[in-house]
């Protein structure tokens, strides 16, 4: 028996920005007459969930009515635009407990489990690993027991951020992967484990980058945009699509990065109006 698992990533749904939401009806078409068994989005569902007051709540409003539109089971866990970033970033809009809370209203605790045939689904909240609230500590705790209790099942772990972007030592806090203390602490946790796989979002760049240190790590591509190489370096694959994960109920897998030509290819360096003025990455 084989699983099939779609995930979507980096979706940015809001009534504001209708370019976004119709790449997310295109992939919602194309999702629905492929049938797969489960949809996992891996954050930044919503364009704008974090800012303060009607406007995050409107736009989380939003993400869920589509997300349940879509016809298909699913499972979600925040990115940075749904509940803020890690507070330990200078200069972002911080995850605390008002955004994870308006994001609870909407979806979920943050972090889910869901056993599948021969498999254990684990969905994580890493923009609150590093953070002084209670629920990065229950969301650890959490995590412990349902690596503990999989019962023989393979694990797959599904994030917004990277793990990391090169190496797992790497020490240096950026915008684009777990920050280093978290990392470690959560590398330590599921090297004693089965996992498969790490599966994240949030860099707009799809990437099967094999097994980091013994974990094998997949970045999937986003669905509402693309970060042009002006401002972004290229590090792997900028098309727009999702990933499909065919789970085998032996503990054998398969992923493939599916790319939708059908999708437009906004560039967000060219529309400032969304999230401000991109800055050019260095020469």
């Known amino acids: 028996m084989v699983f099939t698992l779609a995930q979507i990533s980096d979706t940015h749904l809001s009534r504001r920005h209708p370019g976004f939401t119709a790449n997310f009806n295109i992939l919602a078409g194309h999702l629905l007459a492929e049938a797969p068994d489960l949809v996992i989005h891996t954050g930044d569902v919503s364009a704008h969930g974090e800012q303060p007051g009607d406007a995050g709540e409107a736009d989380l409003a939003f993400a869920r009515a589509a997300m349940d539109g879509l016809g298909l089971g699913w499972q979600a866990v925040p990115g940075n635009h749904d509940i803020g970033n890690d507070p330990a970033l200078a ?23 869901q056993d599948v045939p021969g498999w254990r689904l684990i969905g994580l909240n890493t923009l609150i690993m590093g953070a002084d609230l209670p629920e990065a500590e229950a969301q650890f705790a959490f995590l412990e027991e349902a690596l503990a209790n999989a019962g023989g099942r393979r694990v797959a772990i599904f994030q917004h951020k990277p793990l990391c972007e090169v190496t797992l030592a790497e020490q240096h806090p950026t915008y684009w992967s777990v920050l280093p203390a978290p990392r470690a602490r959560l590398a330590e946790l599921l090297r004693r484990h089965d996992v498969a796989f790490v599966a994240s979002g949030h860099v707009h760049q799809a990437q099967d980058r094999g097994v980091v240190e013994g974990i094998r790590q997949i970045w999937a591509p986003a669905v509402a945009f693309f970060v042009g190489d002006t401002w972004q370096e290229k590090v792997g694959d900028k098309r727009l699509g999702y990933v499909e994960h065919l789970l085998h109920e032996d503990g054998r897998h398969e992923s493939r990065v599916r790319m939708l030509d059908t999708l437009a290819p ?14 050019p990455v260095a020469a």
């Open 266 to 279: 906004h560039d967000i360096g060219l529309l400032p109006e969304i999230y401000g003025p991109q800055q």
């Open 91 to 113: 200069g972002s809009t911080p995850a605390n407990a008002e955004r994870l809370t308006r994001w609870q209203r909407h979806f979920n605790p943050g972090h889910f489990v």
